[in-house]
């Protein structure tokens, strides 16, 4: 694993174009003449950006990439599409791009979902109906519970607006949304905590999560207690 992050990035664009200006991408520790043209250090940092680069593609690949190095990717989108038409014999430079689309479709639409269930708390609160109203604190908190819910509770909508084929009212998400993804929550934790979930059921919920992502989501379910009991 790369022992640097991304906050590197333009220390290794700025390495990168060094090394090109010594040689192409990728070929100078097979050419002694112009190895010579390199520092130890200069050799080391070198080695570093790249073992980073390949580190950011193949995550990127993989969709285990984390959200802040994705944005820094977009961020540098042509600084990093340059790179890598020259690193050919690595990565296809198609390949690349249409990852970076992939991801970030990925991205927008969980911003979108959490953007949703934000509007749908503002709802409730201006809702008159005491029972929504009483179930507006459970509502707050599992919103707040990372990413986990959001995705099922993404799931639990797409499901009944493909077969509704149309806008939902505050009950109907109350019904046919909340409920079944907050029983589907609770469930899942209580059952993880238990150590009785199968590996199926955990991958297809946590499947594409990076390992930074899964230990802070564990760190939220331990203070899921309340909610699951």
Not at 22 to 49: F, Q, R
Not at 126 to 147: F, H, M, T, V, Y
Not at 150 to 155: D, S, V
Request: hydrophobic content about 40%; charged content about 30%; aromatic content about 10%.
């Amino acid at each position: 694993m790369v022992a640097f992050e991304l906050k590197t990035v333009n220390n290794v664009f700025l390495i990168f174009y060094l090394h090109q200006a010594v040689e192409k991408c990728g070929k100078y520790t097979n050419n002694n003449i112009h190895e010579t043209y390199l520092s130890e250090k200069c050799k080391g940092l070198l080695h570093s950006s790249l073992e980073c680069l390949r580190e950011i593609t193949v995550t990127l690949l993989d969709g285990k990439i984390l959200v802040k190095n994705l944005l820094l990717v977009k961020g540098k989108e042509d600084a990093f599409c340059s790179i890598i038409k020259e690193m050919s014999d690595y990565i296809d430079y198609q390949t690349f791009q249409k990852a970076v689309e992939v991801r970030t479709i990925e991205y927008n639409a969980f911003q979108e979902c959490e953007r949703n269930l934000k509007r749908f708390i503002d709802l409730c609160h201006r809702c008159e109906d005491r029972n929504i109203l009483a179930l507006l604190p459970e509502i707050i908190q599992c919103s707040s519970k990372g990413s986990l819910f959001l995705a099922i509770w993404e799931k639990y909508g797409k499901q009944v607006v493909s077969s509704i084929q149309r806008a939902l009212d505050i009950t109907e998400i109350i019904e046919q949304v909340w409920k079944p993804a907050y029983q589907e929550w609770k469930t899942f934790v209580k059952r993880l905590k238990n150590g009785d979930i199968l590996f199926r059921e955990f991958d297809s919920i946590c499947g594409r999560s990076d390992q930074d992502t899964l230990r802070k989501e564990f760190r939220i379910l331990e203070g899921a207690k309340m909610l699951v009991g």
